[in-house]
């Protein structure tokens, strides 16, 4: 439970506990400790998502489980890596040049090129 939705449940308001968090400043360094915990509960969870998959029944025509199969989830990979080298995933990074020289950017459309060569 995150530390606003403790207080509502016991019928204080949110005033209340920025009060306590200025009273007591260990409030907010245990809750930015249990805040971390979660965070890093997640990542692993994600990481395994990621790495390792997760089971998915496989049902036949009638719907009984005939087995499983295990899903990847590229789109977290893909995530979690432009989190962590952004400098070579992210392709939305802004182009840097010192220079005060003109230049040229050639940009290729490789998908509609891949369909005019197909």
């Known amino acids: 439970m995150f530390p606003a939705q403790a207080v509502l449940r016991c019928n ?8 306590c ?3 007591y400043p260990e409030l907010v360094t ?9 965070i890093d509960a997640l990542e692993q969870q994600a990481l395994q998502r990621a790495t390792y998959g997760t089971p998915t029944p496989v049902f036949d025509k009638r719907g ?15 995530f979690m890596l432009k989190g962590l080298r952004p400098e ?9 040049l010192h220079t005060n ?13 891949a369909k005019t060569n197909a």
């Open 30 to 38: 245990r809750e930015n400790l249990i805040k971390q915990a979660r």
């Open 88 to 96: 070579v995933y992210n392709p939305d990074q802004k182009l840097s």
């Open 101 to 113: 020289q003109p230049f040229t950017v050639v940009v290729r459309d490789l998908v509609n090129e």
């Open 21 to 23: 968090r200025d009273l």
């Open 12 to 19: 204080r308001s949110l005033d209340e506990l920025s009060h």
């Open 64 to 78: 009984n489980q005939t087995g499983e199969i295990t899903k990847y989830s590229d789109h977290l990979s893909s």
